[in-house]
C-alpha cells in the first residue's frame, strides 16, 4: 500500500506583491519563477523528493524522507534568496489527491493565500521514519509514442504544443477522476503521475482512454519506492523496457521478478 506525502508550496500573498507598488514587468516576474522553480526542484531533490511546478505561483512536491526540519530550511532558504517567502502544507495519505486535499486546507485554514499577515506557514505530520515503507511511492512516467516523428518534424511547433496538451488533459483528468492521481506535464511529450496502488489493467484503461478521446497515443512505466526519485527512476527504466519491447505499460517490479530490468 502506498503513503504519499506530498507538499503545497504556495508563494506568500503573491498576487499583490506583483501589482504593488505598480505592475512588474511580466519578464521580471517570468524570471523570478522559473528561478525559483528550479531552486526548489534542487532543495527537494537534494533530498529525494520532486517538484512539479502546475501553476508556479502554487507548486506541488512529493516528499517522502522530507522531516519538518527538512521543510523549514527549505522555507529559510527561499527567504533568504527571494524578495517572497513560501508557505508549505504538509499531509499523507493512501491516495495522493487527498493527501494533496489536506495538505491544502491547511493553508486555507491559515488564511488566504493573499493576506499579507499569513507568511511562511509550516503545517502538517510528516511520514515518521518508522512508518516508511519501501513501497510508499508509486510514479508513473507517461510518453507520448513517437512525438517526434508524428508531431515535432511534421507540424508547426504550436499544433504540436496542442497535441501534447490534449493528451496531458485528457490523462491529468482521468487519473484524478478514476484514481486519485496527480499527473503533471514536465515537459517535451513526458507526464509523471503521482499514483495510489494501481495494478498494469488500470494504466492500460488510461492510455485506451486517452487514445479513445483524443487520439494521442501513449506508453508508461512505473515503478514504487521510498522516496519519489527512486519511484521515478524506476518508471523511466520501465518506460525504456516499453521502448525496447514495443508495448504500453510494464512496472517495474514485475520486470525485476522476471529478471528483465537488468539490462538498464
Ligand atoms: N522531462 C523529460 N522529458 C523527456 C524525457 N525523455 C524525453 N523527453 C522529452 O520528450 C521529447 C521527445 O522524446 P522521446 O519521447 O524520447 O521521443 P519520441 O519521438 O516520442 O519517441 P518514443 O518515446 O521512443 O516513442 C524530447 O525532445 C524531450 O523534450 C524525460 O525522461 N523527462
Given at each position: 500500500?502506498?503513503?504519499?506525502?506530498?507538499?503545497?508550496?504556495?508563494?506568500?500573498?503573491?498576487?499583490?506583491?506583483?501589482?504593488?507598488?505598480e505592475p512588474r514587468r511580466e519578464v521580471d516576474l517570468?524570471?523570478?519563477?522559473?528561478?525559483?522553480?528550479?531552486?526548489?526542484?534542487?532543495?527537494?531533490?537534494?533530498?529525494?523528493?520532486?517538484?512539479?511546478?502546475?501553476?508556479?505561483?502554487?507548486?506541488?512536491?512529493?516528499?517522502?524522507?522530507?522531516?519538518?526540519?527538512?521543510?523549514?530550511?527549505?522555507?529559510?532558504?527561499?527567504?533568504?534568496?527571494?524578495?517572497?517567502?513560501?508557505?508549505?502544507?504538509?499531509?499523507?495519505?493512501?491516495?495522493?489527491?487527498?493527501?494533496?486535499?489536506?495538505?491544502?486546507?491547511?493553508?486555507?485554514?491559515?488564511?488566504?493565500?493573499?493576506?499579507?499577515?499569513?507568511?511562511?506557514?509550516?503545517?502538517?505530520?510528516?511520514?515518521?521514519?518508522?512508518?516508511?515503507?519501501?513501497?510508499?511511492?508509486?510514479?508513473?512516467?507517461?510518453?507520448?509514442?513517437?512525438?517526434?516523428?508524428?508531431?515535432?518534424?511534421?507540424?508547426?511547433?504550436?499544433?504540436?504544443?496542442?497535441?501534447?496538451?490534449?493528451?496531458?488533459?485528457?490523462?491529468?483528468?482521468?487519473?484524478?477522476?478514476a484514481h486519485d492521481s496527480l499527473s503533471f506535464?514536465?515537459?517535451?511529450?513526458?507526464?509523471?503521475?503521482?499514483?495510489?496502488?494501481?495494478?498494469?489493467?488500470?494504466?492500460?484503461?488510461?492510455?485506451?482512454?486517452?487514445?479513445?478521446?483524443?487520439?494521442?497515443?501513449?506508453?508508461?512505466?512505473?515503478?514504487?519506492?521510498?522516496?519519489?526519485?527512486?519511484?521515478?527512476?524506476?518508471?523511466?527504466?520501465?518506460?525504456?523496457?516499453?521502448?525496447?519491447?514495443?508495448?504500453?505499460?510494464?512496472?517495474?517490479?514485475?520486470?525485476?521478478?522476471?529478471?528483465?530490468?537488468?539490462?538498464?
Open positions: 500500500m502506498t503513503s504519499t506525502q506530498v507538499t503545497l508550496i504556495q508563494i506568500d500573498n503573491y498576487g499583490p506583491w506583483t501589482v504593488t507598488p517570468q524570471t523570478l519563477q522559473s528561478r525559483l522553480y528550479a531552486d526548489l526542484s534542487q532543495l527537494f531533490g537534494n533530498r529525494e523528493g520532486y517538484v512539479f511546478f502546475t501553476r508556479f505561483d502554487n507548486m506541488i512536491a512529493v516528499t517522502n524522507g522530507l522531516d519538518r526540519d527538512a521543510h523549514a530550511l527549505i522555507q529559510e532558504s527561499v527567504r533568504n534568496r527571494y524578495p517572497v517567502t513560501i508557505s508549505l502544507g504538509v499531509a499523507v495519505d493512501e491516495r495522493p489527491a487527498a493527501a494533496l486535499g489536506r495538505a491544502s486546507t491547511l493553508l486555507q485554514d491559515a488564511g488566504s493565500a493573499q493576506d499579507e499577515t499569513r507568511q511562511e506557514i509550516l503545517q502538517g505530520d510528516p511520514l515518521p521514519e518508522a512508518e516508511r515503507g519501501p513501497e510508499d511511492v508509486q510514479i508513473a512516467h507517461f510518453d507520448v509514442n513517437d512525438a517526434t516523428g508524428k508531431y515535432t518534424d511534421q507540424l508547426n511547433a504550436f499544433d504540436t504544443f496542442i497535441h501534447i496538451e490534449q493528451g496531458y488533459a485528457e490523462l491529468m483528468r482521468y487519473m484524478r477522476n506535464f514536465v515537459g517535451g511529450d513526458n507526464v509523471i503521475a503521482v499514483c495510489p496502488d494501481l495494478a498494469e489493467e488500470e494504466y492500460r484503461d488510461a492510455v485506451d482512454h486517452v487514445r479513445d478521446m483524443v487520439g494521442v497515443e501513449l506508453k508508461v512505466g512505473v515503478g514504487r519506492a521510498r522516496t519519489a526519485q527512486d519511484a521515478g527512476m524506476q518508471a523511466k527504466h520501465a518506460l525504456e523496457v516499453c521502448r525496447e519491447h514495443r508495448t504500453d505499460v510494464e512496472l517495474d517490479w514485475r520486470l525485476e521478478e522476471a529478471g528483465a530490468g537488468d539490462s538498464f
